[in-house]
């Protein structure tokens, strides 16, 4: 999936555990959940357009990467303050794909970052853990340009609801009804 997906996911797992009593391990939980959210999410991309190689020639994917951008922009201004630390944990992974693009285009080396352990990592994971395993078996549309509609769907639909959200008043808690 996507950074906006990536974002979304990391601000829901962390209003999940907004437990201002238990502070520490509402931020571990966030952590953990936030950083497994993202190996779930990427095995869901084949379902998604998601070509492994950038295509600078199509304007569906250049269009496509450069609404992601700005998206990414506004989703990380809207929510960056609140929910940093799901935010962090669910885009983590992506540094594999900084650590090794950054070598192939400024010609450096950092031998021990030539694969992406982050995502192997959760590629284990995922791969074996019995309720996982069949994500493997989900068709592939990573090349369909038609298959950017399910991800801009769900994007569209759990950011507004976030953003309506968070325009309504909170209720009052139990604590201050008493």
């Not at 520490?24 to 779930?40: E, K, P, Q």
């Not at 493997?136 to 976030?162: C, D, F, G, K, Q």
Request: some cysteine.
């Amino acid at each position: 999936m996507q950074a906006p997906t990536h974002i979304l996911a990391g601000v829901l797992i962390q209003k999940a555990f907004n437990w201002k009593e238990h502070r520490r391990l509402a931020l571990g939980l966030t952590a953990v959940c936030a950083f497994l959210s993202h190996g779930l999410l990427d095995k869901l991309a084949n379902l998604t357009y998601h070509p492994a190689n950038p295509d600078f020639h199509s304007l569906i994917w250049v269009s496509y990467h450069a609404a992601l951008v700005l998206v990414t922009i506004l989703f990380l201004y809207w929510w960056w303050k609140p929910f940093k630390w799901g935010i962090i944990f669910a885009s983590l992974p992506d540094l594999d794909w900084v650590f090794i693009h950054a070598q192939e285009i400024f010609h450096f080396s950092i031998p021990f970052y030539r694969h992406p352990h982050l995502h192997n990592l959760l590629g284990r994971i995922f791969n074996h853990l019995p309720p996982f395993a069949w994500l493997s078996r989900l068709p592939n549309y990573r090349h369909e340009a038609w298959a950017i509609l399910p991800e801009v769907a769900l994007v569209t639909l759990v950011a507004v609801t976030l953003r309506l959200r968070a325009r309504q008043p909170e209720p009052p808690s139990m604590a201050e009804a008493k």
